[in-house]
């Protein structure tokens, strides 16, 4: 393809170091797709014949099915998908072929096809952080009554209900989605006709370039236009924040499934078993999302690396773009499916989680908003029930069981009838109405809403 220029061949190493095919092939729709539209605007510009640009038009398409049927031999010294799909046109075709390059660089090309190819992925993304949404406000509303002892430090805190739990991941998830959409909308920008740097003078219509192949604008600026590559390294770190999600759902998901905790019961399609072990049945999925985390993490800070210091506009180092990116992708949308379907299958042992739940230390805090109640101020409360947990741990019985007498002691405010009262469970979780909090008035509000949203 350069060879005016060159005396020798190139070596056989530069050819297998240099090539991309075996990574970028999977960008031949879209390089058709892109290839098309370009060959339309030289028509309309009277570079092509409207014969030439039909015969360019169906021999593409050509090729693009072959490619999909697994039938077309990419080859490694043509060195990537732009190059050998046009190569076999015009082997195909003859001279038309030959004239699908006018006014075009493969720097321009590689950016229009990796953006429509990543825009597409966007809208994946995004259905499937919907389809794991759903499969959270499923298996909350499946367990709608539900409650667990919430943990900071994993230390238990407070009763919440499972299905609050959950509705944490689907907020996260929510955001997720969110990064993934904004960052498609900066992508949405065309940049064929930009050439290699500095356009072409051959001019063609790259409003209706842009048009054809459904972006909202052509770049305006044909340096940045094949220099940039912020719109994939967005979309890793929008998929570095969403793998980082997963895989704290993913340790909340190891720890339920242990003996220890003992809530979740994962079914045995979503959990394998030791070779070892008879005994054992693991949560692999979960563990194996939460190590693939790490490489989303690396994919992006790889092609940060890879850019930071680049001089304008392309260097080959930007080829490299597309194995971490690709990677990513493909672990996200494979992770966020196995997910859905692990939690579709996925139940709660409500009766275990209930009586974890049930530990009246778990409502020490309600004890110090009672004495706040009638007056005492709350670090001073604090102090009171702290000192009240001490002293049931000395005498080796659960909070709400110490005499009396001792609660009196330590106020008069702790009326037999109050403490009755504080340490009820059901009530505790009622009186956690504040909006954002998870009385099962607001739960039950919060999964309807979730319900509504996601159809
Ligand atoms: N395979 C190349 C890439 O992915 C295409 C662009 C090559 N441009 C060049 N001037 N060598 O970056």
Redesign the pocket.
């Known amino acids: 393809m350069w060879k005016g220029r060159f005396q020798q061949e190139p070596s056989e190493l530069l050819k297998s170091y240099t090539q991309?095919v075996t990574v970028?092939g999977r960008l031949y729709r879209q390089d058709i797709r892109g290839s098309i539209a370009h060959a339309r605007a030289l028509k309309t510009a009277g570079i092509l014949t409207p014969g030439e640009f039909d015969e360019i038009e169906s021999g593409l398409k050509t090729i693009g099915e072959e490619i999909a049927a697994g039938t077309f031999p990419f080859r490694e010294e043509l060195?990537?998908?732009?190059m050998n799909i046009e190569a076999e046109l015009t082997r195909r075709i003859g001279a038309a072929g030959a004239k699908l390059h006018t006014a075009r660089?493969?720097?321009d090309?590689?950016a229009v096809d990796v953006r429509l190819y990543l825009l597409e992925a966007c809208g994946e993304i995004i259905g499937r952080v919907r389809g794991l949404q759903r499969s959270l406000v499923g298996l909350g509303t499946r367990h709608s009554g539900a409650v667990i002892p919430g943990y900071t430090h994993l230390q238990r805190a407070q009763p919440v209900l499972f299905a609050h739990h959950l509705l944490a991941y689907v907020e996260m998830l929510d955001r997720d989605a969110g990064r993934v959409r904004d960052c498609a909308k900066r992508m949405d920008v065309m940049p064929l006709g930009s050439g290699?740097i500095a356009g072409s003078t051959l001019v063609l219509d790259r409003n209706a370039i842009a048009a054809e192949l459904g972006f909202s604008v052509a770049s305006p600026n044909s340096m940045d236009a094949v220099a940039d590559r912020d719109f994939a390294c967005e979309l890793l770190s929008g998929l570095a924040i969403l793998g980082m999600h997963i895989s704290r759902m993913s340790e909340d998901i190891i720890l339920w499934a242990s003996a220890e905790f003992g809530f979740l019961e994962l079914s045995d399609r979503h959990t394998t078993g030791s070779s070892l072990m008879p005994q054992k049945k693991n949560p692999d999925i979960a563990e194996l999302a939460r190590g693939k985390t790490g490489r989303l993490f690396g994919n992006l800070i790889a092609l940060l690396t890879t850019m930071k210091g680049l001089p304008l506009t392309?260097n080959?180092d930007?080829?490299e773009?597309?194995e971490g990116v690709f990677d990513s992708v493909d672990t996200v949308l494979a992770t966020l499916a196995i997910f859905a379907e692990m939690l579709d299958a996925a139940s709660l042992r409500e009766e275990k989680a209930r009586s974890a739940a049930s530990d009246p230390l778990l409502l020490a805090t309600d004890l110090a908003d009672r004495l706040v109640e009638g007056g005492v101020p709350f670090r001073q409360a604090h102090e009171i029930v702290g000192k009240l947990v001490a002293r049931a741990q000395e005498v080796g019985v659960a909070l709400d069981k110490l005499a009396p007498e001792e609660f009196l002691a330590a106020s008069p405010l702790l009326t037999p009838e109050v403490v009755r009262r504080t340490f009820d469970l059901e009530s505790a979780l009622k009186a956690r109405r504040a909006p954002g909090a998870p009385s099962p008035d607001n739960v039950t509000r919060e999964l309807a809403r979730w319900t509504a949203q996601l159809v």
């Open positions: 991309s970028d060195e990537d998908v732009h660089s493969r720097n090309q590689v290699a392309y080959r930007m080829q773009d597309k």
